[in-house]
């Protein structure tokens, strides 16, 4: 077998390594099968019998989470965990060094000092082996501590300072130890160097489809995985920085600590083809009970949830499909979400508002006398009928200020019905919390729309730069805070694409990007018509034909010799990553920045 070690770390330690993953697979095997032979059975209970009845459910209970533990470990065989911790306690961190003893037992809090003995490994959940720990969650307070720089040579955790000795990382594929590094020492001074990021960026790109990015979390990247739940925030960074895998990986965090419900929490995703993109993480991370929408999904969601909207308009709502607005012009969709758009349509509605007010206080008036009248029902015959509630409709159609917004549900329908009802009908009642790709895709109104509508905390990820059109979208996230009390985060670091395409990107388009993905990429040019014969010849690689919704001559042009399945307007690929990408016809800078940076390994420009 072949390892990658660094300069301080023999074959001994491999080898010992490489027993220690040997023993844990093997606890984790033992441990399967005695979850899974808990001595459960199915079998019909006397529904008159509630002691049987109960005694029966707790018993569901107890099986139906041994089966998700046995799902975990047999999940986990293939890599129990990508890193080590060797621990040595110092004392209290206020300065008592009254250390705590590791001879007792672990408990399957994870939250106790770890004494005398800090040997951890850490991985992507939390293993147990006879209700002892024997792997740490990364998400767990210890097991975060992997991901932390070490600068000064200690931890701090459970109120007690440790030395950090050693962190080793490692590879681990299928069960078996492919390579080992380690990162840091006491006995080399610190850091040793880190090319396990590096190898482990060319091992997923192997995948060939997203996947998490646990083993190789950073620790600015973690410092945002973790902030506490109720906080707003906007994190913007450059193309390949991770943000979408930072939203996905802060989501797992909070659900693993309790500190989010995944029911109660919302991604609101850029497009539809980005929340097929990111369902294999999805999967992986097990958060698949948080719901993944589109914008326009959400407007519609939320005027729905409005009472007094008339059984007709909801019919149309839910009978029609959404979509986005690439289909509308720049000025049409600029306008549309401008303040003079919004004073014209509130002072349309006022009437509107008045009179349904005026109704709704005397449908609550005949209610009250419907409801009296019911309660002497038993003394005598009622007269009166029970009301009806008020209802409204809004008709876009009749408004002559709107220029044409096409026949189509889309999303600026959709803003301008929900800023309509909620000046009638009110805000609708929703908490779920938000988690924003490609933030800088929304209008400052749409922002504003969404901080009256809902009581949730919310995570914006987005680049300015990645705005295909000036002024479609917002230009400078600080203006949220006049909304929300928010902090901010940047990222500059690139570990999607390779060296070589991220250096071309800053060189042509004047940008300074930190290139820490792979070397051996790609940039070249090729006709467009010679594109055809080669998308034949590259087996499963994921492959994008990218062009501008605006160049129609491009797009008519692939459409007949491109299969549709590999098309790509620049808006449609946001968010996405491709082995290899053909950015084709006249594109924008801003437009080049966001296709050429979708390509991993290859990047060709057609022309």
């Not at 690929?573 to 084709?584: I, M, N, P, T």
Request: hydrophobic share 35%; glycine share 6%.
């Amino acid at each position: 077998m072949d390892f990658f070690e660094s300069d301080n770390f023999n074959a001994e330690q491999i080898a010992e390594e490489a027993e220690h993953l040997r023993h844990v697979i093997d606890m984790m095997k033992e441990q399967i099968a005695l979850l899974e032979d808990d001595g459960f059975a199915y079998r019909i209970v006397d529904f008159y019998d509630e002691n049987a009845v109960e005694e029966y459910r707790a018993e569901k209970f107890r099986h139906d989470a041994r089966k998700l533990d046995i799902r975990i470990l047999k999940k986990a065989l293939d890599t129990p965990y990508f890193a080590r911790m060797k621990l040595e306690p110092i004392g209290r961190a206020r300065g008592d060094f009254d250390a705590p003893s590791m001879t007792k037992q672990r408990t399957l809090s994870d939250y106790e000092p770890i004494g005398d003995e800090a040997d951890i490994y850490v991985g992507a959940n939390v293993l147990f082996y006879k209700e002892k720990i024997i792997v740490f969650s990364h998400n767990s307070p210890l097991g975060n501590k992997v991901y932390e720089r070490f600068e000064s040579g200690k931890i701090e955790y459970g109120g007690y300072e440790y030395k950090v000795v050693f962190r080793r990382k490692f590879d681990i594929r299928n069960g078996k130890l492919e390579a080992v590094f380690q990162d840091y020492s006491t006995e080399t001074g610190g850091i040793v160097y880190d090319k396990f990021l590096a190898h482990m960026l060319k091992v997923k790109r192997g995948d060939k489809r997203l996947t998490d990015i646990i083993p190789t979390i950073q620790a600015n990247q973690n410092a945002i995985i973790v902030r506490p739940a109720d906080e707003n925030f906007v994190a913007s960074g450059c193309a390949g920085c991770g943000k979408t895998m930072l939203l996905l990986q802060r989501l797992e965090y909070l659900s693993f600590n309790k500190k989010i419900e995944q029911d109660n929490a919302l991604i609101v995703a850029p497009s539809e083809h980005y929340i097929r993109h990111i369902q294999p993480v999805v999967d992986d991370l097990m958060i698949n009970a948080v719901r993944r929408v589109t914008m326009p999904e959400l407007y519609r969601s939320l005027i729905l949830s409005l009472r007094g909207i008339k059984a007709s308009e909801r019919k149309a709502l839910t009978s029609q499909d959404v979509v986005g607005d690439e289909e509308l012009p720049d000025d049409v969709v600029i306008e549309c979400y401008g303040d003079k758009i919004k004073r014209k349509l509130i002072s349309s509605l006022s009437a509107t508002k008045q009179t349904y007010k005026t109704r709704l206080a005397a449908y609550r008036t005949q209610l009250l006398n419907y409801e009296r009248e019911q309660s002497y029902g038993a003394y005598g015959d009622s007269t009166v009928k029970k009301p009806r509630p008020p209802v409204v409709a809004v008709d876009l159609k009749k408004l002559g200020f709107l220029p044409d917004l096409g026949k189509t549900l889309n999303k600026c329908k959709l803003y301008l019905l929900l800023t309509a009802y909620c000046y009638i009908l009110g805000k609708p009642d929703f908490s779920s919390a938000l988690f924003i790709d490609e933030g800088q895709d929304y209008f400052y109104n749409e922002y504003k729309l969404l901080a009256e509508c809902t009581k949730a905390t919310v995570g914006i990820y987005g680049d300015t730069n990645q705005q295909p059109v000036a002024h479609r979208g917002i230009d400078d996230f600080d203006r949220l805070s006049e909304l929300w009390k928010l902090e901010r985060y940047a990222l500059n670091e690139n570990y999607r694409n390779a060296r070589e395409i991220t250096e071309y990107v800053n060189n042509l388009l004047g940008m300074n990007v930190t290139s820490l993905g792979l070397d051996g990429g790609t940039v070249r040019s090729l006709p467009v018509c010679d594109m055809p014969a080669e998308l034949k010849a590259f087996g499963d690689d994921r492959i994008a034909v990218v062009y501008s919704q605006g160049d129609a001559a491009t797009e008519e042009y692939l459409k007949e010799i491109v299969p549709s399945a590999l098309l790509y307007t620049v808006v449609q690929c946001k968010g996405l990553e491709f082995e290899r990408v053909y950015a084709c016809g006249r594109l924008t800078d801003k437009e080049k920045y966001i296709a050429y940076t979708r390509a991993l390994d290859t990047l060709t420009i057609c022309d």
